[in-house]
């Protein structure tokens, strides 16, 4: 792939190069939580599990244990084992901390469990045929059924649960076989559920993650979920990207709603998404196909920024890679893969070969990249020279890699008087920092100065406890003046 491309593919392991049979590469048999752990059913002559910590790869070790489903939490070495017990209706479901060698909870479930996975580092999501369970594997309750499946997922397999990070809503998705003249198309189907309002709303979807976004105008986050689908109408293949605001948080004018075409080449009719995983670091949002497409998108406006093919094997598993921003995927031929934006050259990409600025400056600003120093110069100009000095005091503000955080902007800021029922700019602009971190030494002064002459001694003393001050002679002779 070329040192341009914005996102960087790379193989991390070959599972069969660590003794795993390639027939155990499957959706069935294989778990990947998190970026911490892979674990591995293998079955044959002797049932044992291998589990990968990938920090420490190639030394996968291996335990004799027989089960139907294992699971490693995302966090820590603890595993989640699910078996049938001859003669018992159900599911026997046991958690083990593999450290200590001490089972942390068991549980005989009624049902089948037909799919489970970690909703949290402590609660476990239990899908049976007919309902949802949540576990909390800290805690002494047993299993507590918190929804029933929406008829659009009856009789389809389940392979996802997640829920919000506010815990107020999850998501459910399923698949079935596709249509009589399309049958490697996989429908889709997902179920959107609010523990709040205690309802549920079906939709057509093959993959769902929630996140957090701070939409233009808004004072806080807003909880987004994100989907992707790829459904036949009427003969017509519909393949969209939808990204659509929940809860109280929106605005007076409705919740925000986006939607963006998928664009499958055509030797891909038959593909569909397997998995969709939101980088909180650059505010990404990455789709994969089970044949091995990658379509990546900007979360906040569902703009389309990049499509590769990142694997010639059927992709079958995905997770979020949290320390890069990116994801990990698993194909059948056991290969694990990393993908990753390349810093050096995302922001150019999207301002040069897209020619999208803006999107291009948010990515800069959102992740600290280089590539928008040019651009980032010319926004605060034109803010400055429109009179927009709130707004230009922000762009300075959250510059990528602090490039316009200078004595000059400062000067600059001082300079003009605030709109009518405004902050002064340097204000605004302080404002921000302090919000986003510490103040430099320039600015810790000039914040000095502006609190002093209203007689808040208390503030800078809160801020300096904080840790959001960095020291300087002028910060300090302002202290002492004020006594």
């Known amino acids: 792939m070329a040192s341009s491309a914005p996102i960087v593919v790379s193989e991390k392991l070959l599972l069969p190069n660590l003794g795993v049979a390639v027939e155990n590469v499957t959706f069935k048999n294989v778990s990947m939580q998190s970026e911490k752990y892979i674990c591995i059913r293998e079955t044959g002559a002797q049932n044992q599990l291998a589990i990968i910590d990938m920090s420490n790869p190639n030394s996968p070790s291996r335990r004799q244990i027989s089960a139907d489903s294992a699971v490693m939490c995302p966090d820590k070495k603890v595993i989640a084992l699910k078996a049938t017990v001859p003669g018992t209706a159900g599911d026997s479901l046991q958690v083990f901390n593999l450290d200590t060698k001490v089972k942390l909870k068991a549980y005989q479930m009624p049902e089948s469990v037909e799919f489970w996975a970690w909703t949290t580092n402590s609660q476990m999501g239990l899908v049976t045929a007919s309902s949802v369970y949540h576990w909390d594997v800290e805690g002494p309750a047993d299993p507590v059924k918190v929804f029933d499946r929406t008829p659009n997922l009856q009789g389809a397999q389940i392979i996802n649960y997640r829920t919000s990070p506010d815990a107020k809503w999850s998501v459910l998705i399923g698949i079935t076989a596709g249509a009589p003249e399309r049958p490697q198309l996989a429908k889709g189907f997902m179920q959107l559920y609010s523990f709040e309002q205690q309802k549920s709303q079906p939709l057509e979807a093959h993959a769902a993650g929630f996140s957090t976004v701070k939409f233009p105008g808004r004072d806080t986050a807003s909880l987004v979920i994100s989907f992707a689908q790829k459904t036949l109408k009427d003969g017509q293949l519909i393949s969209k990207l939808h990204v659509i605001e929940l809860g109280p948080g929106a605005a007076p004018g409705g919740a925000v709603k986006r ?32 044949l091995g497409l990658l379509f ?131 204000l605004v602009y302080l404002g921000v920092l302090l919000q986003r971190g510490i103040l430099n030494s320039s600015e810790s002064a000039e914040l000095g100065k502006l609190v002093m002459g209203q007689n808040k001694k208390d503030l800078i003393i809160n801020w300096w406890n904080e840790g959001k001050l960095e020291p300087s002679e002028e910060l300090g002779d302002l202290m002492s003046a004020a006594g």
Do not use: H, W
């Not at 998404?273 to 990404?284: C, D, F, M, T, W």
């Not at 406006?301 to 694997?311: G, L």
């Not at 990409?349 to 280089?370: C, H, T």
């Open 296 to 426: 990546v998108y900007d979360l906040e406006t569902a703009t389309a920024v990049y499509r590769n093919r990142i694997s010639p094997d059927p992709i079958f598993l995905a997770c979020n890679s949290e320390t890069t921003g990116g994801f990990y995927a698993i194909n059948r031929r056991g290969q694990v893969v990393l993908g990753s934006v390349n810093e050096a050259s995302i922001v150019a990409f999207v301002s040069q070969q897209l020619n999208n600025l803006d999107l291009a400056l948010a990515l800069a600003k959102r992740g600290g990249l280089p590539g928008a120093e040019a651009l980032i110069g010319q926004q605060f100009d034109r803010f400055f020279t429109a009179g927009q000095y709130k707004e230009a005091a922000e762009c300075a503000a959250e510059s990528p890699q602090g490039q316009l955080r200078t004595k000059d902007i400062m000067e600059r800021l001082k300079s003009v008087p605030p709109p009518p029922g405004q902050k002064p700019p340097i």
């Open 259 to 290: 939607n963006a075409e998928l664009f499958f080449p055509a030797e891909f009719a038959d593909d569909f998404p397997v998995s969709l995983q939101i980088s909180e670091k650059y505010g990404l949002v990455y789709v994969i196909t089970k």
